[in-house]
């Protein structure tokens, strides 16, 4: 088998990413941390740290320590209504990280002109192609485009009608990543076919030999399917809630409880709607550090995409990106045939 095809078709997205391989793991909050993201990178993919709600402090330590395991390039994610934003992109700036990840929304006013002006090439997450245009438009270097059966905060759009509005549009302009139910080649093959400059994964690798999720969360993996992978419902009309596709479990309903209590909080005069919606995100970085870190499989949240029945067992990333790229060629050798 020849991986001439893929590698010519991921060669654009590699050289933006300045590695091998055009598969980055998408940051995942608590879960890309030093380990994860230096093994991905070392495996020649495409690390990402999740920085979450890291104060500038802690992020200054991760970066340090995931250089001192790889010296690759990996890239950071930050999320763009983090109180110190601007604090964390001169963070960034002064280890040199040569890629910034912005989610949560549209950039804030000055952050692109802040990442770039350091050097950084930015991507920026498109869930509309009127937003990829616009995004286009400010200077943003690649985007990624993340359906709705990707693990984490989603957008109500999927993957395959995202990929066939932007790609034909944009991919002409600037490097597009497509994301959201990828667990196996042969759907990268398709995407890079398409026009993606490569893809992002997460689900897929949460469990990896390298992640440091407890054994209970991997289990959890393990154990279920697409459709355990279930996206969060809000409750009430006056407080928009992103939705977030996560295993159920009795999180599941302790997440409509916190939502009818910041509501009553909204209602009574005591929050703004901006305090609220920073409730509901403590609510999630705390949900799921009890799965991540503590094991809770009850109570925490199990973030996971709709890709989890395709995560079986435990393998290290290396295995995992090997597995990937030679069904990728090997579909991209059928087709040619
Ligand atoms: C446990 C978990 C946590 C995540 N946390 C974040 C995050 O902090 N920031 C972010 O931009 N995306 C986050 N994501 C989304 C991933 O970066 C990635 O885009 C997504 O997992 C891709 O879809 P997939 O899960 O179908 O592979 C998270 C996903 C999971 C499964």
Redesign the pocket.
């Known amino acids: 088998m020849t991986h001439a095809r893929l590698s010519s078709l991921m060669s654009r997205g590699a050289d933006f990413l300045g590695c091998e391989t055009a598969i980055l793991?998408?940051?995942?909050?608590?879960?890309?941390e030093r380990n994860l993201v230096s093994a991905i990178s070392n495996a020649g993919g495409f690390g990402?740290i999740?920085c979450?709600a890291m104060t500038p402090e802690l992020l200054d330590a991760e970066i340090a320590a995931t250089k001192a395991l790889t010296d690759r390039p990996f890239g950071v994610?930050l999320?763009t209504m983090h109180p110190q934003l601007f604090d964390l992109i001169e963070v960034c700036a002064r280890h040199g990280v040569g890629h910034v990840?912005l989610?949560?929304g549209l950039p804030p006013k000055g952050s692109i002109e802040a990442i770039k002006q350091k050097g950084a090439k930015l991507l920026c997450?498109a869930p509309a192609l009127s937003l990829a245009k616009k995004l286009a438009r400010s200077g943003v270097d690649a985007l990624?485009v993340?359906g709705m059966?990707?693990?984490?905060?989603i957008g109500p759009v999927s993957t395959s009608v995202l990929a066939q509005e932007i790609l034909p549009e944009m991919a002409g302009q600037l490097p597009v990543f497509v994301?959201?139910?990828?667990?196996r080649g042969e759907a990268i093959a398709a995407y890079l076919e398409m026009g993606a400059a490569g893809v992002?994964?997460?689900?897929?690798f949460?469990c990896a030999t390298e992640s440091i999720a407890h054994p209970a969360f991997k289990k959890a993996f393990f154990r279920a399917s697409a459709r355990d992978a279930i996206a969060s419902v809000q409750i009430d009309p006056r407080l928009p809630v992103i939705p977030v596709?996560a295993l159920k479990n009795a999180g599941t309903e302790s997440f409509t409880a916190k939502q009818r209590e910041v509501a009553n909080l909204l209602d009574s005069g005591t929050i703004e709607m901006m305090e609220a919606q920073l409730q509901i995100e403590h609510y999630w970085a705390g949900a799921?550090r009890r799965a991540?870190i503590d094991g809770d499989v009850e109570g925490g949240s199990?973030?996971?995409?709709?890709?989890v029945g395709m995560v079986t067992k435990e393998e290290p990333v290396a295995a995992i990106i090997a597995q990937l790229l030679d069904e990728a060629a090997q579909a991209l050798e059928r087709r040619a045939a």
Do not use: D, K, Y
Not at 179 to 183: C, F, L, Q, R
């Open positions: 793991c998408g940051a995942m909050s608590w879960v890309s990402v999740a979450g994610n999320i990840v989610a949560g997450f990624v993340e059966e990707a693990g984490g905060h994301a959201g139910g990828i667990g992002q994964l997460g689900t897929r949460a596709r799921l991540v199990l973030m996971a995409g709709q890709s």
